[in-house]
């Protein structure tokens, strides 16, 4: 089983990029999820929360994203996107999504591979 994360790449600041973190077999579903960046030398950081389907979903966010960005579970569970609006430099790092993937299984707590994103004029 992989999280597969998805759609970094180099953006002009104030624009917009989409991440996207999927299970890697359709008969997984993703439940309490996370996304993190980490820029080189320095320590990964968490960017947004979604709670459990069981907790209401609830979602929160790092304070240095919150109004920017929006973490959300759609495709039944399939995948959960971060959408990351008015990007700026200081948001240029490696993301990860984490998220806890069950099916034919209990949960089990997985990490994507990271996706890069570079905001640069």
């Known amino acids: 089983v992989q999280l597969q994360a998805s759609g970094g790449g180099l953006v002009q600041p104030g624009g917009s990029l989409r991440l996207s973190c999927a299970a890697s077999r359709s008969d997984l579903k993703i439940n309490a999820a996370n996304w993190y960046r980490q820029v080189p030398g320095q320590q990964r950081e968490l960017v947004a929360s979604?709670?459990?389907?069981?907790?209401?979903?609830?979602?929160d966010y790092a304070d240095f994203v919150k109004g920017r960005f929006t973490i959300s579970r759609a495709n039944a569970q399939k995948t959960v996107h971060l959408q990351m609006n008015n990007l700026t430099p200081e948001d240029t790092a490696v993301y990860y999504c984490?998220?806890?993937?069950?099916?034919?299984?209990?949960?089990?707590?997985?990490w994507g591979q990271g996706t890069l994103v570079t905001v640069s004029s």
């Open positions: 979604i709670g459990s389907v069981q907790s209401g979903s609830t979602t």
């Open positions: 984490n998220a806890e993937v069950y099916g034919p299984f209990p949960e089990v707590d997985y």
